[in-house]
C-alpha cells in the first residue's frame, strides 16, 4: 500500500504545481482552480490511506515493520530523563536526553539509560539495578508485541515494565523509578 500513497502523493504535488503553473501563464482560471483543489487532495488522500493502515494494523495486532518500528522510535518525544533511585546514564551528547517510545500500549526506552547496572551476556542482558533484583532478559532482533528487550539499528529498547520501572511525565521531564509493591 506504500506505492499508493507514494504515487498519490507524488500525483496530487505534480497536479498542484502543473496547475498553479499553466493556469497562471496561460490565465485559465479553471486549471488554476483544479491544481489548487485536486493537488491537495490527492496528497490528503495519500496521508488517509497511511492512517488508515495505522488504524486497521493496531486494531489487527499485526506485527511491525522495520519502517513502521522507525516511525515510531524517530517521532517520540526526547524527554530530559532522570531518576531518584539510578543514576541514568549520559547520551553520546553528553546530556540525558531519551526518546520514550510507546508500542502496543507500552513503554520503550533505550536500554543506555541503564548502562551502568548491566551486563550483556551473548542474546541477553541482566539488568542489576540499585535496591531491585537482579533481571535477565532475552535480546531480541526486531519488534513484536510484548517484546521485553529489542534491538534496532544498533540500538537496544527495553521494556520499562519487565525492568520495575514506570515513566512519570512533567513537562518536558521524564522521571524514571520503580513500581512500588503494595
Known amino acids: 500500500m506504500i506505492k499508493v500513497q507514494v504515487f498519490l502523493f507524488i500525483i496530487g504535488l505534480l497536479v498542484f504545481l502543473f496547475g498553479l503553473l499553466y493556469g497562471f501563464a496561460g490565465g485559465d482560471l479553471a486549471l488554476l482552480l483544479a491544481?489548487?483543489?485536486?493537488?491537495?487532495?490527492?496528497?490528503?488522500?495519500?496521508?488517509?490511506?497511511?492512517?488508515?493502515?495505522?488504524?486497521?494494523?493496531?486494531?489487527?495486532?499485526?506485527?511491525f515493520t522495520?519502517?513502521?518500528?522507525?516511525?515510531?522510535?524517530?517521532?517520540?518525544?526526547?524527554?530530559?530523563?532522570?531518576?531518584?533511585?539510578?543514576e541514568v546514564y549520559p547520551n553520546p551528547r553528553g546530556?540525558?536526553?531519551?526518546?520514550?517510545?510507546?508500542?502496543d500500549d507500552e513503554y520503550y526506552i533505550?536500554?543506555?539509560v541503564f548502562k551502568k547496572y548491566i551486563k550483556p551476556n551473548e542474546n541477553e542482558i541482566v539488568f542489576e539495578l540499585p535496591n531491585q533484583e537482579p533481571i535477565t532478559l532475552q535480546k531480541s532482533y526486531a519488534y513484536y508485541p510484548g517484546v521485553e528487550l529489542f534491538d534496532?539499528?544498533?540500538?537496544?529498547?527495553?521494556?520499562?515494565?519487565?525492568?520495575?520501572?514506570?515513566?512519570?511525565i512533567e513537562g518536558d521531564t521524564l522521571k524514571l523509578e520503580y513500581f512500588e509493591e503494595e
Open 110 to 112: 533505550k536500554a543506555r
Open 95 to 103: 546530556n540525558s536526553q531519551y526518546q520514550l517510545a510507546v508500542f
Open 66 to 86: 522495520l519502517d513502521q518500528v522507525w516511525q515510531v522510535i524517530k517521532n517520540s518525544p526526547k524527554y530530559e530523563t532522570e531518576s531518584k533511585s539510578f
Open 35 to 63: 491544481g489548487f483543489v485536486a493537488g491537495p487532495l490527492l496528497m490528503g488522500l495519500s496521508k488517509v490511506i497511511q492512517l488508515l493502515e495505522e488504524i486497521s494494523h493496531k486494531l489487527l495486532r499485526m506485527p
Open 152 to 168: 534496532f539499528r544498533g540500538q537496544v529498547f527495553v521494556m520499562l515494565k519487565k525492568i520495575n520501572v514506570y515513566p512519570m
